[in-house]
């Protein structure tokens, strides 16, 4: 079974008061008062109709929003091994400012994490560092290096969630193929990078007419799709389930669609950025713009709002990659890719597509949390008994991306210096309050 | 005009003063002392991170016959080989206090950064694959010399324009000009996405003839058969290579150097009168001259200095 480790902390005992919940799963939506008693949902009433229990603190709600807290099924933690760019705590810190209740950390760190000694570790590390409960993924192929097989049921006994070499395809299909025969014994999500590595060549950005005009090597669209389409073969005949990662082109899209229509089991993801930016972000040649796989064309762009609406993609990762200030500092071709995403993700996706009324907020709170289903982790809900995972937000409050800085130890955010709304006051993950706006805890207090 | 980065920070207008300032140091070179004092006592650093012959010692010539003092920075040798970064490089030459830095990259966008990080002016040399604007206005100054004028001419750019800086400030700079750009090539070498840059883009030689000029690129032999951009150097020259055959006696040659004799061009074709490839090579040093005032004495003078002659061919007083 997947594992989920944070740090302890002292379970939560608070009233909510006259928040508005929002909790689509449940088919709450309407002003509350929202006690919350050793960590789980204890009651729910009319506002005003709930008293705060001794040693409980009372939080005004009014006028904000409470809902489920989100689930992010693809970040990068870089630990072990780069941790001046991230680690344990940062990270899970920046996951709670940003309304998350759980993240799962990709394994390409350095080492690897592959030996199932070194899950075990990282699981202990999180049981003293991690603000929110964090699981991790483990290779698909031992290094990364595409050739043989991890040890994957060993690895999920010590907890993997599941398996991804993300950041590398798995460019073998006999490989995969194994593998995928393998998740019947031991389960867990297979998560694939899809990514045709002679198509991506030596491309550094979406090829399209952007990389001709600035002489950049591209990564064509059908690098990922005809991966996708593959893959979805493979995962067919095996009776397997994949879950297909940062989606970023129309065509995969289309493939993804088309696979899930013969019935393969899979599930695709998409980021913030895929779904609010384009090559043509690229022209400035800011580095904070290079991410694999990378900003795509318009039409890409409006393939993947659209399956996002209808539920073709059913769920939202930020995909956050934080690189330090010193590597991302220096000529486009030469940076490394990724962008950071948990702080930011809700307020840009909220204020891009919610505001303007391309998409529902109940569509977008779902797509932000269903990846609790695939990672076996518990759904957040806002139900008397669940454990409280929740996130409040004050829904008018306008801010500048990166302007108060981050709690993530980098800062390359490609939606920095954004004026955005929607402000995380205040998350509760795993029953203990994991983070509080400053302003807002002082006005608390 | 503060840097030179890219054609595209360009207008029709600047491109002429430019032009009309480099046509008056041009007079210049014909003299017996071919140095001015307009940049004396200005420290301007070339800043090599790749291999150049051409551009690099008609930088320096350019700031010489303007006076200025000159810093030759090339990788190989340098702190950067023992793995400088880009940055820690530039914070160092700053410390010189340097007027201009005249940089050449392997990568895009360097001169742009570059420009954040220094007081100096920037001159980009060739960044990547990305642009050329030196080279693409050195052409422009060979070619109106020529034509007079580059409104309605027809110029192809022949050859491997995915991989060439210099098609792209070409294509741009040509077409500030009012001339209309053909590009034609291997549609390995010739995406039809060249077409954004307002080119028509066509994959044969058969209606060559229709051009007034022909550009051809150099291939980068290293790259070709190794990538299966082409299928062998053979196979691209029996349809691509620019020679005798192909090329009209009242067409104009040109190419950026250093030419590969017998694959983009014939021999007969790089030797024959109607070749501007010498041509372009000095114009070089007068355009890069004009440049180099450009962004160095061209922002600091009064803008009621009549006019550009009088400003390039006076001492500075500042």
Redesign the interface.
């Known amino acids: 079974m997947s594992v989920f480790t944070a740090a302890p902390r002292p379970p939560a005992e608070l009233l909510l008061r006259g928040a508005h919940v929002l909790d689509p799963g449940s088919g709450i939506d309407g002003p509350h008062d929202v006690l919350v008693r050793g960590g789980e949902i204890a009651e729910l009433g009319p506002p005003g109709t709930l008293a705060a229990p001794a040693g409980a603190e009372t939080v005004d709600g009014e006028g904000k929003h409470l809902f489920p807290a989100f689930v992010d099924p693809h970040v990068h933690l870089r630990t072990p091994g780069q941790e001046h760019k991230e680690d344990l705590e940062t990270g899970t810190r920046a996951a709670a400012a940003g309304g998350y209740c759980a993240v799962v950390a990709m394994a390409n760190t350095d080492p690897v994490i592959d030996p199932p000694a070194l899950l075990r570790g990282l699981l202990l590390t999180a049981s003293r560092d991690a603000r929110v409960p964090v699981g991790f993924m483990a290779a698909i192929s031992g290094g990364l290096r595409g050739e043989t097989l991890t040890d994957m049921s060993e690895l999920r006994d010590a907890g993997a969630v599941g398996f991804s070499d993300d950041g590398k395809p798995v460019a073998s299909a006999g490989l995969l193929r194994h593998a995928l025969r393998h998740q019947r014994l031991c389960g867990g999500l297979l998560a694939l990078h899809e990514e045709d590595p002679t198509l991506s060549?030596s491309g550094v950005m979406h090829e399209?007419?952007v990389?001709?005009?600035?002489?950049?090597a591209g990564i064509p669209s059908i690098s990922e799709s005809t991966m996708i389409a593959r893959d979805a073969q493979i995962a067919e005949a095996e009776g397997g389930r994949v879950h297909f990662q940062h989606l970023s082109a129309r065509r995969s899209v289309e493939a993804l669609a088309e696979a899930r229509a013969r019935g393969v089991q899979a599930s695709g993801e998409v980021t913030p950025h895929h779904l609010l930016l384009t090559d043509e972000d690229v022209r400035t040649?800011d580095s904070s713009f290079k991410m694999n796989p990378p900003l795509r064309s318009a039409d890409d762009r409006r393939a993947l709002v659209e399956a996002l609406r209808d539920g073709t993609i059913e769920l939202i990762a930020t995909d956050h990659a934080p690189h330090g200030r010193?590597e991302k500092?220096?000529?486009?071709?030469?940076a490394p890719m990724g962008t950071t995403g948990l702080e930011s993700s809700f307020a840009v996706l909220y204020t891009e597509l919610v505001l303007p009324g391309i998409i529902a907020l109940e569509v977008l709170l779902a797509r932000l949390t269903a990846a609790a289903a695939l990672i076996e982790f518990e759904p957040p809900a806002i139900v008397p008994g669940r454990t409280a995972n929740a996130c409040l937000i004050d829904l008018t409050a306008q801010w500048r991306i990166g302007e108060a800085g981050y709690e993530s130890r980098s800062a390359n955010c490609c939606f920095a210096g954004r004026d955005v709304y929607g402000r995380t006051l205040l998350t509760l993950a795993d029953g203990a309050v994991a983070f509080r706006e400053r302003a807002f805890a002082l006005s608390a207090a | 005009m503060r840097h030179l980065l890219s054609i595209e920070d360009l207008d029709r207008e600047a491109i002429e003063r430019i032009l009309a300032l480099a046509a008056n140091f041009g007079t210049v070179a014909d003299r017996p002392i071919k140095k001015l004092p307009s940049l004396r006592g200005r420290l301007v650093i070339n800043l090599f991170y790749e291999a150049s012959t051409r551009t690099r010692s008609s930088f320096e010539l350019a700031a010489k016959r303007l006076s200025a003092d000159v810093l030759n920075l090339v990788a190989s040798g340098s702190s950067v080989e023992k793995g400088e970064s880009l940055r820690d490089t530039v914070a160092t030459l700053s410390a010189y206090g340097p007027d201009a830095i005249v940089i050449r990259s392997p990568y895009a966008g360097a001169p742009g950064l570059l420009a954040g990080w220094t007081h100096a002016a920037v001159v980009n040399a060739g960044d990547g694959k990305h642009q050329h604007p030196t080279q693409a206005l050195l052409d422009c100054y060979t070619l109106k010399n020529r034509l007079g004028s580059l409104d309605g001419a027809n110029i192809w750019i022949v050859g491997d324009l995915l991989h060439s800086r210099v098609a792209r400030s070409c294509i741009q700079a040509f077409k500030l000009l009012g001339a209309d750009v053909t590009v034609a090539g291997p549609p390995t070498l010739v995406p039809d996405a060249f077409a954004a840059l307002g080119a028509t883009v066509r994959h044969s030689l058969a209606d060559m003839r229709e051009a007034d000029v022909v550009y051809a690129l150099r291939m980068q032999l290293e790259r070709m058969e190794q990538d299966s951009h082409v299928p062998s150097l053979r196979e691209y020259t029996a349809h691509f290579q620019v020679n005798s055959r192909r090329l009209g006696p009242r067409q104009l040659l040109m190419h950026p150097g250093p030419v590969n004799r017998g694959i983009e061009l014939s021999g007969e074709v790089i030797d024959s009168p109607q070749s501007l490839i010498t041509e372009q090579v000095a114009a070089g040093v007068v355009v890069r001259m004009a440049v180099l005032y450009e962004v160095l004495a061209g922002a600091a003078t009064p803008a009621d200095v009549p006019d550009a002659q009088s400003r390039a061919l006076e001492p500075q007083t500042a």
């Open positions: 060549g399209g007419t990389s001709v005009e600035l002489g950049l040649l010193d500092n220096v000529p486009f071709e030469q």
